[in-house]
């Protein structure tokens, strides 16, 4: 991100971020750096989740109206969306939130992203595919079962399908991702009731 320049000659703004913030302001010739753009497609239904081979490409998540989206991101911009980690918390995890608002609560996961979960996914589909090999004795069938299986993984971790997934207001992301602080205890004049706040 360093890279982005801070002086734009399409976007007086390009370039700005917080102290300590891996969250942007960017226009999107600034971002591409004459890279290619790539649609992510939002509430795809499991056939075309499952029938797209390479991972981080869709999900069937719906995306949230263009406002709700744009508040969310500028949200994020003025107050920063946490430490930057390639399996728990990427560019790609910033982006579906900001679609969907939708976050996984199970901190032990194999990643948010699909990118992250493809991964692991294509090695685990593999691993998990060669005791196979002895009803399979094909490497066309082999193949065509671990490209299953990894597809079947990768379908398993969508943030669309997942149990473990709830919808969090932007203002209350920091407190559900621990970002906000420890708790500590807050005296009040009623001695029977002591409250715990995020400070």
Not at 146 to 165: E, F, K, L, N, P
Request: glycine share 10%; charged share 15%; hydrophobic share 40%.
């Amino acid at each position: 991100m360093s890279s982005i320049p801070s002086s734009c000659e399409t976007f007086p703004d390009c370039g700005f971020r917080q102290p300590d913030s891996g969250v942007v302001l960017s226009c999107l010739d600034c971002f591409l750096k004459k890279g290619s753009l790539y649609s992510f497609e939002y509430g795809v239904p499991p056939t075309v989740f499952i029938a797209k081979v390479r991972g981080g490409t869709c999900t069937t998540a719906a995306s949230d109206p263009p406002e709700t989206v744009i508040h969310r991101a500028m949200y994020l911009l003025q107050n920063g969306f946490g430490n930057y980690d390639v399996f728990h918390n990427n560019c790609e995890d910033f982006a579906m939130y900001c679609k969907t608002g939708l976050l996984i609560m199970d901190r032990l996961g194999v990643g948010r992203s699909g990118q992250a979960s493809s991964v692991i996914g294509a090695p685990l589909a593999a691993i998990l595919s060669s005791p196979l090999k002895l009803l399979m004795p094909s490497p066309v069938g082999v193949a065509t079962v671990t490209a299953g299986m990894y597809c079947m993984s990768r379908y398993a971790t969508d943030i669309g399908v997942r149990s473990d997934v709830i919808k969090v207001a932007v203002e209350d992301l920091a407190m559900n991702l621990g970002w906000a602080g420890p708790l500590e205890e807050v005296p009040e004049d009623n001695e029977a009731s002591g409250a715990l706040i995020a400070r």
